[in-house]
């Protein structure tokens, strides 16, 4: 069966010119993924109101097995200290002195494709030799998505609450629930009340044109 592979950018450029090959594939991995939301409680409604607040970062989880002492494809092979590859792995956590950060993975395995930074690390070490060299390791491994701001931004603009913009009232629409839209935060529908001189925001007939200003 293909190995899975770790690429790994150190350039911080998205060049993955470096890669190490798994010991033993995992037997099974999961990947978590979820997003945030702002609850905000309305005086007489049943129910808190949910607005997006941005999407979270996902996470790929799993276990890997390295065993330096059994037989290896077939072939005899000399015990030796399982650290030598366990090590390759826990040094994606460490910083690279020209990123000022941890290097950007890549694991390829089959048809998963999956860029983050590792998180986290987990060893257990689970036979010796009897000097006390550890030959057989279980890693427990989590990779974090990542992307760039310009990546994120190119895959999906988003207009800018530091403009001022003109809209039309809907049925039932209020003010904060426009600043929750506009502005990610319901308790500024005061700063759109301000700027279209709206004494009673209770009072809003649809169609209405208001300008909503921008956060200064």
Known sequence: MEKAKIFIDKSGQGNFTEH??????????????SNKYTWQTI???????????????????MELFFDTYEVF???????ED?????SKITSLLEVESDLHAPPVCKFVWGSLEFVGI???VSQKYTMF????IPVRAKLSVTFKSWKSKKDQVKKNPQHSADRTKHQMLN???????????QYDDPAQWRE??????????RILPAGSRIVVPRLH
Do not use: C, H
């Open 20 to 33: 190490m090959q798994v010991l033993f594939n995992p037997t099974e991995y999961s990947i978590e993924a």
């Open 118 to 120: 590792i998180e986290k």
């Open 43 to 61: 005086p007489g409604l049943t129910m808190p109101i949910g607005q997006f607040k941005s999407g979270n970062t996902s996470t790929l989880s």
């Open 73 to 79: 494809n077939g072939q005899a092979r000399k015990p």
């Open 82 to 86: 399982v650290r030598t590859y366990t």
């Open 171 to 181: 049925q039932g629409e209020q003010l904060w629930m426009i600043a929750a839209q």
């Open 129 to 132: 030799l009897e000097s006390g």
């Open 192 to 201: 759109i009340a301000k700027a279209n001189g709206i004494d009673n925001p």
